[in-house]
């Protein structure tokens, strides 16, 4: 199984001011991570910088006009007190979604089996036209929109684990039957969408709320009842993980009690699922994740599973 690793140092200068949860020492713990002997087969690449047009396929144009201009300032962004930015902050949001975009690429043309972007900021709670939730542009929504642009993917399916809603996701999404987003998220919690009755003008959202301290055998629970057979039955031409790893038991910013062998497990489970329906065409894209500890374990879990094959 041939896994691609997505990164680029342009990831350590979007800054943010001391005490924030979403920080580079997330990208360093992974770098560090992933040094291990165990993953000396990873194929490693530098992620390239995204032009704009893919950008536009998921938001609107006046919208990335904004940010864009208010990144290249390093401020002050016309949105979310929440979401931070400075100098170096343009350049690692257009190398996250370049990472991502050159993800699909090569899993969509068969270089590689599946890939892991591990780059910040994270997108999943970016919407059409605000940034929120340390989130400016919808990485995994453009990911979407390029494999279906550029690879002609018919049917996509998200699987979004991180413990906050993906509210930016569904909202792209909430009228497009050729994308399947499911999500598993801590409710009530941050940002406070994600009920199991909003489902999409096409019936292709799934919401799947956890409780707060509900653990690995609800979550695993939660997958093989709902989500994991919704998916197969969906026929995706291309599968792709919103990588959150904040429901991990450590993490300061939820009240999940996931472990790292969680993680692998719902990675393992996708894989048998994408061997099946799509040639084993998985992209997986971080996101959450702000415990140091939990953040490097639960990747490593991830990752090796990706490469099991």
Known sequence: MTTLYLHHAAALNHLAEPGHPERADRIRVIERSLEQER???LVREQAPSAPVEPILRAHEERYVQMVIEDLRRGGPLRADVD??????????VLRSIGGALQAVDEVMTGRVQNAFSAMRPPGHHAERARATGFCFFNTV??????????????RIAILDW???HGNGTQDIFWNDAGVLYCSTHEMPLYPGTGAATEQGEHGTILNVP??????GAVFREALDAAVLPRLEAYGPDLILISAGFDAHWRDPLANLNLTERDFGWATRQL?????RTCGGRIVSILEGGYDLIG???S???HVSALMEG
């Open 141 to 154: 929504a453009i990911a979407a929109r390029h494999a279906q642009a550029v690879h002609g993917a018919g």
């Open 271 to 275: 894989m048998e699922i994408a061997a």
């Open 162 to 164: 991180d413990a906050h």
């Open 83 to 92: 979401t931070p930015l400075s100098m170096g902050t343009l350049e690692a």
């Open 210 to 215: 956890l409780a707060a301290g509900d653990d």
């Open 299 to 301: 990747v490593t879990a």
């Open 39 to 41: 993953f000396t087969a």
């Open 295 to 297: 953040l490097s374990t």
